[in-house]
């Protein structure tokens, strides 16, 4: 039995916005105070994740806030031609007197100061909710350039994203800001039936999970984002039944190998990748969805 429209209408709702836009507000202005001993540096601040997507769900908890330092940047300009790669380094020299550890422990010592309970972990910088303010996730990284071309400083072609690195020391690097614009995009030509079909998809998982049909973490919300954005657009409208049944049999159906994550960049499916997702997981996903709608009851 399909799972009826008031059921696929309740899970396209959106869950808390005023919590999280109060709680980004409490901890962006503390971020950019003037008092912090890294405000002389040059740094953006901005929201990131399902609560800047507008595709967060009553369980979704954590708001997750971008700190990038941008006084230093990272790049991949190694991987231009050779002639591209010479220009590059001739144009900028490698000289940093301040670096992303040194800028992440000024961070994470300043929010310790500022909130109880503040915690580093392998990836961002843990605040605990207290009373209305819910809990953060500041991840502290460096811009990152993905080059596209370089001739000189005044003929350069870059995408501009962000940077990190896990404790072992590999870097990870990540395009939230174009994920963003291109899931606003893809809402507008969709007629706006995109983000809260994202929810949807989001709060089956999470019933698969509640009822032991899918393990916890093999479809991440950035993932199912990106995996929606590949899907045309005539897919979506009309019902949620409608919209469901078209964009699943799209993905069942589509050469996925050629999926690009929501930023445009990264493939969406790769084994072993940190940026990406495992096409084994994403199946499972797609064989447990299947297993819900057939035996909704």
């Known amino acids: 039995m399909a799972i009826p429209e008031s059921q696929l209408d309740k899970w396209s709702k959106q869950g808390s916005v005023a919590q999280s836009r109060d709680t980004y507000a409490t901890v962006k202005n503390m971020l950019d105070n003037s008092g912090s001993p890294y405000y002389t540096k040059s740094f953006e601040s901005f929201l ?18 971008v700190m990038r330092l941008d006084s230093i940047w990272y790049h991949d300009a190694y991987q231009l031609p050779e002639n591209q790669y010479q220009a590059f380094e001739r144009a900028y020299p490698s000289e940093a007197s301040y670096s992303l ?7 994470a010592a300043w ?4 909130f109880n309970g503040v915690t580093l972990g392998s990836k961002a910088i843990f605040i605990p909710g207290s009373g209305s303010r819910r809990d953060c996730d500041v991840l ?9 071309l370089f ?7 870059y995408a501009e994203g962000i940077c990190f690195f896990l404790n072992d020391g590999t ?4 395009f939230p800001k174009q ?4 899931c606003t995009a893809k809402h507008k030509a969709t007629s706006q039936w995109f983000k809260p079909t994202v ?23 950035y993932f199912i984002e990106g995996m929606l954005w590949n899907v045309p657009a005539d897919k979506f409208g009309k019902s949620y039944d409608d919209t469901f049944v078209a964009t699943f049999n799209f993905l069942v159906n589509a050469d996925r190998s050629t999926f690009k994550c929501a930023n445009g960049i990264h493939p969406l499916l790769q084994t072993g990748s940190h940026v990406s997702w495992s096409p084994a997981n994403c199946q499972a996903y797609l064989d447990a969805l299947r297993e819900l709608w057939n035996n909704w009851h």
């Open 48 to 65: 990131q994740g399902s609560y800047a997507n507008d595709t967060n769900v009553y369980r979704d908890s954590d708001v997750d806030v």
């Open 101 to 107: 550890p040194e800028f992440k422990t000024q961070v």
């Open 111 to 114: 929010l310790k100061q500022k």
């Open 140 to 148: 502290v990284c460096a811009q990152f350039k993905y080059y596209y």
């Open 151 to 157: 001739r000189s400083m005044n003929d350069e072609n």
């Open 171 to 174: 870097r990870i690097v990540n």
């Open 179 to 182: 994920h963003s614009d291109n």
């Open 199 to 221: 929810r949807i998809y989001k709060n089956m998982r999470n019933h698969l999970i509640d009822s032991n049909m899918l393990s916890d973490g093999i479809a991440p919300s």
